[in-house]
């Protein structure tokens, strides 16, 4: 299998659907000739023309709008938002229309929009430029959230979501895309709602997504090196749907559970995350349920400060340390 | 506003939509006694006194051209085609409505005659018309999409950024501003630096038309104007029907403090619906007896959407929360 890129997985995955579908169109704030922020579609005006790859005025919440109009119409719309932060701007559309058409208009006709962004710190871009803010939208009903952590799943899952006839928001791991993987030539779309076991370990179970998932591999790695802790990591790969049956399993083999969360810790996914596992394997707890989060305050430029912020390896390996031998 | 002719309407047609404009006025007079007596719940916004800038926009669309609406969206929707009995359905809460009960008054969508929704938050449908705008650009269709929104709309930026994007891509697009001088119990001249909103259409380098919105032909022959632009590639257009609501913002707003009494004495002399009375009849069209007959059969009709929405069944309380995904 090839290795490559996660961000050229992304582009793979867009660059497949394109020609296979010619109602797929790209929307966004120089991701024509620029070829995005983060350079995912870098090529694509080239290989389809303007009409299909469009540069776009800064007007965020105008632009979830466009897509989801357009969907409305019979086209298949990729509208990126630059950076997470930047949905703030468009929660409107986001929350109060797409999300909501397909109930609120009694079933007459689906949003196929998909809502691509780039997420997470690590980077020292600050406050405004740094956050996961999954949380938010996960608390919308009508919308799909899918957060690749892998080359493969970035592929795999984008074309699921560009075949989703729901609004999917998109979370890709800014930190993420130089990482490489192996990814699947061809046709290689991941179902949505289906965790995949990132690391395999009896004594505690570690849930995460997007980048996290490697953090928590990283350190699981660390904790069976120097103390033969072996902790499962498990990748929920889209948080709506969630995999609920997957992590009650999980928690069920192993009797403890962690979740890894980059975003703040109050009213995380985290938190909700923790009480289906109540509801779902309370009686095969055999500890505490433990959780490590994004602290709850902005995420800082200076490196010294984010690297306290935000949740790493280290902080992970002794939170599982502790649940371990609880 | 230039002179160009627009296709003259036919009289049975100039007669149906006078029709038209009455059914919009008595469905909207006739929700509001519903709601009186307790038999519609939740909210609505009646368009009583708008009506000919819904009725002359839209018969100025075909079939496959797209509107977008606002929360104050009933007219626009019977405008372009839609069912009385489904809309009323709607308003009382029931499967029969076009959102299933899901949506009331304010999230009414009807894609089976281009109405692309209306609409509850203030300024949201506009970016939503855009999209669908750019969609028949996309394909080169020779379709056109009409905005609808009131002049209050004009302080959210979703109203700057979608009038930009159409006008900066030239989509086929008409933003059509409705202008009954009050968001709510807000003058626009208290919030607006320009006398008039298709003043802004200067700074998105487009036309920007004024028109008497209480005159249906001179709606029918700006609109004509406009979407014949859109349809040619030209791009938008933003129209301004200088209009009034004969009632209160929505059922709970009966006193008007904002407003005075001699204003809508003003405003009632200059009546949408007496206008296009008058010129019928001046034309020969209408009589004393005809016009009882229209109204007459109008009642009726509204009648037989209260019926229908009354004899409708509940949606499925089972149902409460399915339907939030499609393909599920
Ligand atoms: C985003 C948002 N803000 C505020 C409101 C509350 N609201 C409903 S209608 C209205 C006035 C709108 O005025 P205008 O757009 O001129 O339409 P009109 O009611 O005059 O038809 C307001 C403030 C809302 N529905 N949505």
């Not at chain 1, 009409?51 to 105008?62: L, Y």
């Not at chain 1, 109930?103 to 600050?126: D, E, I, S």
């Not at chain 2, 509204?302 to 149902?319: L, N």
């Amino acid at each position: 299998m090839p290795q490559m890129y996660y961000s050229h997985a992304l582009r793979e995955a867009l660059i497949h659907e394109m020609d296979r579908d010619e109602r797929v169109l790209l929307i966004g704030e120089d991701i024509a000739a620029y070829g995005g922020a983060f350079k995912v579609t870098s090529g694509l005006l080239e290989r389809y023309g303007p009409r299909r790859v469009r540069d776009t005025p800064i007007s965020e919440n105008t632009l979830v709008g466009l897509g989801t109009g357009a969907a409305l119409m019979g086209l298949r719309p990729v509208v990126e938002i630059m950076f997470m932060d930047f949905i703030a701007l468009a929660m409107d559309q986001l929350v109060n229309h797409a999300a909501k058409f397909f109930y609120m208009y009694g079933q007459q006709r689906p949003v196929p929009l998909v809502v691509r962004t780039p997420a997470g710190g690590g980077r020292g871009y600050g406050p405004t430029h740094s956050q996961s803010l999954e949380a938010w939208l996960m608390h919308s009903p009508g919308l799909k959230i899918a957060c690749p952590a892998t080359p493969a799943d970035a592929k795999g899952l984008l074309l699921t979501a560009m075949r989703d006839d729901n609004p999917v928001l998109f979370v890709e791991g800014k930190l993420l895309y130089q990482e490489q993987g192996e990814v699947p030539a061809g046709d290689c779309a991941v179902p949505f709602g289906q965790a995949r076991e990132a690391r395999a370990g009896s004594d505690l179970t570690i849930i995460a997504w997007s980048r996290m998932v490697g953090e928590a591999v990283i350190a699981a790695d660390a904790l069976a090196a120097q103390h033969g802790i072996e902790a499962q990591v498990l990748d929920l790969r889209t948080l709506v749907p969630l995999d609920v049956e997957s992590i009650a399993a999980a928690v069920a083999a192993t009797g403890r559970a962690m979740i890894v969360e980059e975003g703040p810790t109050t009213c995380g996914v985290a938190a909700e995350i923790g009480f289906r596992i109540f509801e779902t394997a309370f009686e095969y707890l055999d500890a505490p349920l433990q959780r490590v989060c994004g602290l709850d305050a902005p995420i800082p430029c200076a490196g010294a400060l984010e690297q306290v912020v935000l949740p790493e390896r280290s902080r992970i390996a002794s939170a599982a340390y502790r649940l371990a031998n609880a | 506003m230039s002179a160009a002719p627009s296709p003259a309407l036919t009289s049975p047609d100039r007669l149906r939509l006078y029709r038209q404009m009455h059914l919009v006025r008595r469905f909207d007079e006739r929700v509001m006694e519903l709601f009186g007596q307790g038999l519609i719940k939740g909210t609505a916004h009646a368009c009583c006194g708008q009506e000919a800038s819904a009725v002359g926009v839209c018969a100025a669309l075909g079939p496959h051209d797209q509107v977008s609406s606002t929360h104050r969206g009933h007219g626009h929707l019977i405008a372009k085609g839609g069912c009385v009995d489904r809309l009323m359905a709607e308003l009382f809460g029931k499967e029969t409505g076009y959102s299933r009960g899901r949506g009331g008054s304010q999230h009414v969508a009807a894609y089976e005659v281009g109405f692309l929704g209306s609409n509850g938050i203030t300024a949201g449908g506009l970016p939503i018309a855009t999209g669908a705008a750019l969609a028949i650009a996309h394909r080169q269709e020779p379709h056109v999409v009409v905005a609808f929104f009131g002049e209050g709309a004009t302080g959210q930026g979703a109203f700057h950024e979608a009038v930009n994007l159409g006008a900066a891509w030239k989509l086929p697009i008409v933003y059509v501003c409705e202008n009954n001088l009050y968001a709510m119990g807000t003058v626009i001249s208290q919030t607006s630096p320009v006398p008039h909103v298709a003043d802004r259409a200067q700074g998105y380098g487009i036309p920007g038309v004024v028109v008497d919105g209480n005159d249906l032909d001179a709606v029918y022959a700006a609109t004509v104007e406009a979407v014949t632009r859109a349809r040619a590639g030209a791009g938008p257009s933003l129209l301004e029907c200088k209009t009034y609501r004969i009632y209160g913002h929505s059922k709970g707003d009966s006193e008007r403090v904002y407003r005075t009494r001699a204003e809508e004495a003003t405003w009632a002399a200059h009546d949408p619906l007496v206008l296009a009375a008058a010129r019928l009849r001046a034309d020969g069209l209408l009589d004393d007896a005809s016009d009882a007959a229209l109204v007459a059969a109008v009642y009726d009709r509204i009648e037989q959407a209260v019926e229908f929405a009354k004899t409708s069944p509940d949606p499925d309380p089972a149902a409460a929360a399915t339907g939030v995904f499609a393909g599920e």
